[in-house]
């Protein structure tokens, strides 16, 4: 089975790890710190907005039923790539919107993604989405992996938008 690891980091890392294990092909997925400067990172060290970390997702997919530009697509689709450095009201720069890139060909397709994205015009304003090569990820406290599952009345900022979704996103990728 061809299998692809991408990195994304789109707000409070809850509501991705939410939403996104329901895609067909999605095998796993970790939430965690990525992005900044040091090592070993712990939440309380990444809310202080000086470690240069976001919180992110690791997922892990198979590429033969679902291509990482369908996970972009959702991606989009399930948070505002228009806000800088904002989630509804998680503010600063670990809950910016990045794609943390594993090799030439993820970063080549995250960069037409958002072409295509602009192109569109269906979001409310520039994507401010960066693309950068993954570094190394931290992954987070144990009480933050699948959250969500474990108290379903926690906080979250992030929800499918239907009229967020550009033709190619499969149907059964839009949930």
């Known amino acids: 089975m061809p299998q692809q690891l991408a990195t994304l980091a789109g707000g409070c890392f ?3 790890e939410d939403l996104i294990p329901a895609l ?9 710190y990525t992005g900044g400067t ?11 907005d000086t470690t240069g970390h976001a919180e992110a997702i690791q997922i892990l997919f198979d590429d033969t ?8 697509e959702f991606f989009f689709q399930i948070h505002d790539p228009t806000t800088l450095n904002r ?27 958002i072409a ?3 192109k569109a015009r269906i ?8 693309v950068t090569p993954a570094t190394a990820f931290y992954t987070a406290e144990a009480y933050h992996q699948d959250y969500l599952q474990r108290y379903p009345d926690g906080y ?11 033709n190619s996103v499969h149907k059964e990728c839009a949930l």
């Open 65 to 72: 039923l679902l291509s990482y530009r369908q996970l972009l």
């Open 123 to 130: 979001w409310p304003g520039k994507i401010v989405t960066s």
């Open 14 to 16: 809850w509501g991705m």
């Open 38 to 48: 040091l090592a070993n990172p712990t939440y309380e060290d990444v809310k202080t």
């Open 24 to 32: 067909p092909g999605v095998l796993d997925t970790t939430v965690g």
């Open 156 to 166: 979250t900022c992030h929800f499918i938008r239907p009229a967020w979704r550009i």
């Open 116 to 118: 295509d994205l602009e």
């Open 87 to 113: 989630q509804g009201n998680d503010i600063g720069d670990s809950y910016r919107s990045t794609i943390f890139t594993h090799g030439v060909d993820q970063q080549q397709i995250a960069l037409q993604v």
